[in-house]
Protein backbone atom coordinates (compact mmCIF):
# COMPACT_ATOMS: atom_id res chain seq x y z
CA UNK A 1 0.00 0.00 0.00
CA UNK A 2 1.65 3.68 -0.96
CA UNK A 3 -0.17 7.03 -0.33
CA UNK A 4 1.21 10.24 -1.62
CA UNK A 5 0.34 13.09 -1.10
CA UNK A 6 1.10 16.44 -3.45
CA UNK A 7 1.80 19.90 -2.28
CA UNK A 8 3.23 23.23 -3.66
CA UNK A 9 0.13 24.14 -6.09
CA UNK A 10 -1.60 27.58 -5.80
CA UNK A 11 -1.97 30.62 -8.07
CA UNK A 12 0.79 32.62 -10.01
CA UNK A 13 1.48 34.95 -12.79
CA UNK A 14 2.10 34.31 -16.57
CA UNK A 15 6.02 33.66 -16.40
CA UNK A 16 6.19 32.68 -13.01
CA UNK A 17 7.28 29.71 -11.10
CA UNK A 18 5.87 26.97 -8.64
CA UNK A 19 7.28 24.19 -6.86
CA UNK A 20 5.50 20.73 -6.29
CA UNK A 21 6.42 17.93 -4.20
CA UNK A 22 4.85 14.73 -3.54
CA UNK A 23 5.72 12.71 -0.78
CA UNK A 24 5.39 8.63 -1.00
CA UNK A 25 4.87 6.61 2.17
CA UNK A 26 3.44 3.46 3.43
CA UNK A 27 5.79 1.17 0.67
CA UNK A 28 8.39 -1.53 2.43
CA UNK A 29 10.47 -0.81 -0.50
CA UNK A 30 11.53 1.47 -2.96
CA UNK A 31 9.13 2.73 -5.66
CA UNK A 32 10.96 2.22 -8.92
CA UNK A 33 9.55 5.43 -11.07
CA UNK A 34 7.31 8.23 -10.17
CA UNK A 35 5.32 10.58 -12.34
CA UNK A 36 3.60 13.72 -12.36
CA UNK A 37 0.50 14.19 -14.70
CA UNK A 38 -2.11 16.82 -15.23
CA UNK A 39 -5.79 17.01 -16.03
CA UNK A 40 -7.13 20.52 -17.32
CA UNK A 41 -10.59 21.19 -17.34
CA UNK A 42 -12.60 19.32 -20.13
CA UNK A 43 -9.43 17.61 -20.95
CA UNK A 44 -7.96 14.41 -20.30
CA UNK A 45 -5.11 13.73 -18.03
CA UNK A 46 -1.99 13.60 -19.90
CA UNK A 47 1.89 12.63 -18.56
CA UNK A 48 4.02 15.88 -17.84
CA UNK A 49 6.83 14.46 -16.51
CA UNK A 50 8.88 10.70 -15.11
CA UNK A 51 11.47 10.22 -13.27
CA UNK A 52 13.11 6.47 -12.25
CA UNK A 53 15.37 5.34 -9.72
CA UNK A 54 18.51 5.94 -11.86
CA UNK A 55 17.09 9.38 -11.90
CA UNK A 56 16.71 9.22 -15.78
CA UNK A 57 13.65 11.69 -16.74
CA UNK A 58 11.25 11.84 -19.34
CA UNK A 59 8.82 15.32 -19.69
CA UNK A 60 6.05 15.95 -21.96
CA UNK A 61 7.26 18.12 -25.30
CA UNK A 62 4.80 20.81 -23.85
CA UNK A 63 7.07 21.33 -20.76
CA UNK A 64 10.39 20.44 -21.67
CA UNK A 65 13.03 23.21 -20.88
CA UNK A 66 10.35 24.87 -18.84
CA UNK A 67 10.04 21.99 -15.93
CA UNK A 68 12.11 19.99 -13.97
CA UNK A 69 11.38 16.63 -12.00
CA UNK A 70 13.41 15.30 -9.68
CA UNK A 71 13.56 12.99 -6.51
CA UNK A 72 14.86 12.37 -3.26
CA UNK A 73 15.08 9.14 -2.58
CA UNK A 74 15.92 9.11 0.85
CA UNK A 75 13.11 10.94 1.68
CA UNK A 76 10.74 8.97 -1.17
CA UNK A 77 9.61 12.81 -2.34
CA UNK A 78 9.54 13.73 -5.81
CA UNK A 79 9.46 17.50 -7.49
CA UNK A 80 8.51 19.46 -9.82
CA UNK A 81 9.78 22.85 -10.33
CA UNK A 82 7.79 24.67 -12.92
CA UNK A 83 9.42 27.99 -14.72
CA UNK A 84 8.22 29.87 -17.28
CA UNK A 85 4.80 28.95 -16.11
CA UNK A 86 1.86 29.90 -19.24
CA UNK A 87 -1.76 29.90 -18.89
CA UNK A 88 -2.47 26.72 -20.43
CA UNK A 89 -0.14 25.08 -17.41
CA UNK A 90 -3.05 25.51 -15.85
CA UNK A 91 -4.53 22.25 -14.54
CA UNK A 92 -4.70 19.54 -11.38
CA UNK A 93 -1.53 17.94 -10.68
CA UNK A 94 -1.30 14.61 -9.71
CA UNK A 95 1.91 12.46 -8.30
CA UNK A 96 1.34 8.99 -10.09
CA UNK A 97 3.44 5.35 -9.45
CA UNK A 98 3.08 1.62 -9.92
CA UNK A 99 4.05 -0.44 -7.21
CA UNK A 100 3.76 -4.04 -6.96
CA UNK A 101 1.79 -4.10 -10.37
CA UNK A 102 -0.85 -1.11 -8.55
CA UNK A 103 -1.49 2.60 -9.72
CA UNK A 104 -1.28 5.08 -7.26
CA UNK A 105 -2.49 8.44 -7.12
CA UNK A 106 -1.89 11.32 -4.58
CA UNK A 107 -5.12 13.92 -4.22
CA UNK A 108 -4.12 16.35 -6.97
CA UNK A 109 -3.19 19.95 -6.57
CA UNK A 110 -4.47 22.74 -8.71
CA UNK A 111 -1.78 24.87 -10.59
CA UNK A 112 -3.39 28.17 -11.89
CA UNK A 113 -1.58 30.64 -13.94
CA UNK A 114 -3.12 33.68 -14.90
CA UNK A 115 -2.51 35.74 -18.08
Known amino acids: QVQLVEFGGGLVQSGGSLRLSCAASGSGTSILAMDWYRQAPGKQRESVASIFSSSTTNYADSVKGRFTISRDNGKNTMYLQMNSLKPEDTAVYYC?????????WGQGTQVTVSS
Open 96 to 104: HTIFRSRHY
